[in-house]
């Protein structure tokens, strides 16, 4: 996937992105990510990328960062990652991983972290390839 392009996210990209995570769920896309992405979009702290391939973006991956939270320095937090399903596979993810990682190196960021479903196991082994293991954190939920 030489052709394949990573920028910087634009508001512009939310209709792909839509796209992308339509076929990735198999749901509809609710307003809220569409407005969590084009709030990523504008963010001037954090990285967020698109591919691009022939003017299209075919991936994407949403990133913050965090100050303070809960006794640690500040941190990045990946949030958002798709590759449309025709182009899975090909090192998409992992070249916006790759430059969400050297984003917050040169930001001096230590370290980025990320939540993932227990059962989902090619997003483990996909996050486990670049690096990441477990961390010092439990995720926690109470259902109202």
Do not use: C
């Not at 963010?43 to 640690?72: K, Q």
């Not at 500040?74 to 070249?95: D, F």
């Not at 917050?104 to 486990?128: E, G, M, N, P, Q």
């Amino acid at each position: 996937m030489q052709n394949v392009i990573i920028r910087k996210l634009k508001k512009e990209d939310v209709k792909d992105i839509r796209k992308i995570h339509a076929a990735i769920t198999k749901t509809p896309v609710k307003a809220d990510f569409t407005r969590t992405v084009q709030e990523q979009a504008t963010r001037e702290e954090g990285a967020s990328f698109a591919a691009e391939l022939d003017g299209e973006v075919v991936g994407y991956m949403t990133s913050y960062i965090l100050s303070g939270g809960f006794g640690i320095s500040k941190s990045a937090w990946i949030a958002m990652l798709g590759v449309n399903p025709k182009y899975m596979g090909q090192g998409i993810g992992e070249r916006l991983a790759r430059e969400i990682i050297k984003h917050y190196k040169k930001k001096r960021i230590k370290d980025i972290y990320t939540s993932v479903r227990w059962d989902s196991a090619d997003l483990l082994s996909f996050f486990k390839t670049l690096g990441f293991d477990r961390s010092n954190f439990i995720n926690l939920r109470k259902t109202l």
